[in-house]
């Protein structure tokens, strides 16, 4: 009789951007799933779900420090160059957002600006390191072709970024875009 041979698929460094980016995504679908007090995923973004006030934050906070401790953990075992350095400020800031949570999307009555500033920063500062590891892998690579194609990821997450803010009402979309252009990248064409 025939058995089946059953293996636990094992950790490899490599592979810390794709298991990163899984645990992040699924959370955001669970958050949305659950999401309350007139949620809107276009107009709302992805820290909205983990809000102060919030009565369901804890899966987005959950969420943001998974995919931070994560891609940090993987770029810290891997062994920290100048071309991993901005992913590893990238992946704590995420993380960090996690814990410095932003303001209420809905009415309340108190909440830390302090906490929601921090959220902020961190936030764009994620943002930022991010862009430098993209232009960082574009200069460590010979190819034409790679250099290109870390170029045109450049310009899209610049030209998302710089559209957040134009586009009130559709902030979440946008977000959203610039997440999944985010993770392409990572997941793709980022070469610890």
Request: glycine share 10%; aromatic share 16%; proline share 3%.
């Amino acid at each position: 009789m025939g058995y089946m041979k059953f293996t636990i698929p094992q950790f490899t460094p490599g592979k810390y951007p794709t298991i990163s980016t899984a645990i992040f995504v699924l959370t955001i679908v669970v958050a949305h799933v659950f999401a309350t007090h007139g949620y809107e995923w276009t107009k709302n973004t992805i820290s909205d779900l983990g809000a102060q006030g919030y009565d369901r934050k804890l899966i987005m906070q959950f969420g943001f420090l998974a995919f931070g401790l994560t891609l940090t953990a993987g770029v810290l075992y891997k062994g920290l160059t100048w071309r991993t350095i901005p992913i590893l400020i990238y992946g704590l800031c995420v993380g960090l957002t996690g814990v410095f949570c932003t303001k209420p999307f809905f009415d309340l009555d108190h909440y830390s600006e302090i906490q929601s500033m921090i959220h902020s920063a961190l936030a764009q500062l994620a943002g930022v390191s991010f862009t430098i590891g993209i232009l960082v892998q574009s200069f460590f690579t010979s190819h034409k072709r790679e250099k290109w194609i870390h170029l045109t990821f450049f310009v899209l997450v610049i030209g998302l970024s710089a559209s957040f803010g134009l586009v009130n009402h559709y902030q979440g979309i946008v977000q959203r875009l610039l997440y999944l252009t985010s993770f392409i990248w990572l997941i793709g064409f980022y070469k610890p």
